[in-house]
């Protein structure tokens, strides 16, 4: 490639790259730099005050807990929701007038907006006149748990039972994208092995641990990297359904950013949030690539 054409290559990139220093680098480096200030949006005063937000927020109680709410929630929604995605794929893997309606079906939640999806499970999981303690009423569940002195499930309003909702919730809306990504993945299989599996009498669980599994270890491994992140970013259920309480037992890091900023106007505390969301979540993928990159089979 001659010097002129190399010059020009990078030429085309400019834009591309002037984007993602305006919209991406500048901003992170912008946090960072807030995250050592105190400043509260109303004046135009950024005080320098050292690591002092960073003390201040690692001493607060109710981080910590945000910190472990987003760290569980990540857990369970990552490995339930991908667990029970690559099942349903095995399952709507067949191509069906009934499968291919059940792949719609299931894909539905992931295209509607979770302002909807959340007035829909608000009143879902509605105490009194919700749907699902009337299922559990009917199916003699609720009759059950009273005998153990739970009258009734509070779903959202509870301590012990909110963050576990917004998982439920969470899951539900990402299993139609999840099982889709893997449907595809399985199509892609090569049919000749599972040709020779037969031949061999490999049984169904032999042929999916030693065979389907690895070969769509590329599509889980993408998988796992977005609902990591996912994960870690969400916000829009926990303002919608249950605003990080009762008690700040549901509230998430994201959500705890916002909050601090936008209703406290503590912008330099909320910076060392964001910071500590960006590191957080940057050394979660990079240990995911790390330690599983190299089990992951591209064919």
Same mark, same amino acid.
């Given at each position: 490639?001659?010097?002129?054409?190399?010059?020009?290559?990078?030429?085309?990139?400019?834009?591309?790259?002037?984007?993602?220093?305006?919209?991406?680098?500048?901003?992170?480096?912008?946090?960072?730099?807030?995250?050592?200030?105190?400043?509260?949006?109303?004046?135009?005063?950024?005080?320098?005050?050292?690591?002092?937000?960073?003390?201040?927020?690692?001493?607060?109680?109710?981080?910590?807990?945000?910190?472990?709410?987003?760290?569980?929630?990540?857990?369970?929604?990552?490995?339930?929701?991908?667990?029970?995605?690559?099942?349903?794929?095995?399952?709507?893997?067949?191509?069906?007038?009934?499968?291919?309606?059940?792949?719609?079906?299931?894909?539905?939640?992931?295209?509607?907006?979770?302002?909807?999806?959340?007035?829909?499970?608000?009143?879902?999981?509605?105490?009194?006149?919700?749907?699902?303690?009337?299922?559990?009423?009917?199916?003699?569940?609720?009759?059950?748990?009273?005998?153990?002195?739970?009258?009734?499930?509070?779903?959202?309003?509870?301590?012990?039972?909110?963050?576990?909702?917004?998982?439920?919730?969470?899951?539900?809306? &990402?299993? +139609?994208?999840?099982? #889709?990504? !893997? =449907? $595809? %993945?399985?199509?892609?299989?090569?049919?000749?092995?599972?040709? @020779?599996?037969?031949?061999?009498?490999?049984?169904?669980?032999?042929?999916?641990?030693?065979?389907?599994?690895?070969?769509?270890?590329?599509?889980?491994?993408?998988?796992?990297?977005?609902?990591?992140?996912?994960?870690?970013?969400?916000?829009?259920?926990?303002?919608?359904?249950?605003?990080?309480?009762?008690?700040?037992?549901?509230?998430?890091?994201?959500?705890?950013?916002?909050?601090?900023?936008?209703?406290?106007?503590?912008?330099?505390?909320? &910076?060392? +949030?964001?910071?500590? #969301?960006? !590191? =957080? $979540? %940057?050394?979660?993928?990079?240990?995911?690539?790390?330690?599983? @990159?190299?089990?992951?089979?591209?064919?």
């Amino acid at each position: 490639m001659s010097r002129r054409r190399f010059n020009s290559a990078y030429l085309l990139t400019l834009p591309a790259l002037a984007g993602s220093a305006l919209f991406m680098i500048y901003p992170i480096l912008f946090a960072v730099w807030l995250s050592f200030h105190r400043w509260d949006m109303l004046s135009d005063t950024r005080r320098f005050v050292g690591a002092a937000n960073y003390v201040r927020v690692f001493s607060n109680a109710s981080f910590l807990q945000v910190l472990s709410n987003s760290c569980v929630y990540m857990a369970l929604m990552t490995t339930l929701s991908v667990a029970l995605a690559l099942l349903l794929a095995l399952w709507l893997n067949e191509n069906s007038i009934v499968k291919n309606l059940a792949q719609s079906a299931v894909f539905t939640p992931h295209i509607v907006s979770m302002v909807s999806v959340g007035i829909l499970w608000m009143w879902i999981m509605e105490p009194d006149i919700g749907l699902l303690n009337y299922i559990l009423d009917l199916s003699g569940v609720q009759a059950l748990l009273a005998r153990f002195g739970q009258e009734k499930i509070m779903w959202l309003e509870s301590e012990k039972s909110a963050l576990f909702s917004l998982v439920f919730i969470g899951i539900w809306k &990402s299993l +139609g994208y999840n099982a #889709l990504i !893997l =449907i $595809a %993945g399985l199509q892609s299989l090569p049919k000749e092995i599972y040709e @020779s599996a037969r031949l061999d009498r490999a049984g169904r669980l032999r042929t999916l641990f030693r065979i389907t599994i690895p070969l769509l270890s590329p599509s889980l491994f993408f998988l796992l990297i977005v609902n990591v992140t996912a994960s870690f970013q969400v916000f829009d259920s926990v303002h919608v359904l249950t605003r990080g309480g009762p008690l700040n037992s549901s509230n998430m890091l994201v959500h705890w950013i916002y909050q601090t900023g936008f209703e406290f106007y503590r912008i330099g505390e909320a &910076s060392v +949030g964001a910071v500590v #969301l960006m !590191l =957080i $979540a %940057g050394g979660v993928t990079y240990a995911n690539f790390k330690l599983l @990159s190299r089990r992951v089979h591209y064919r």
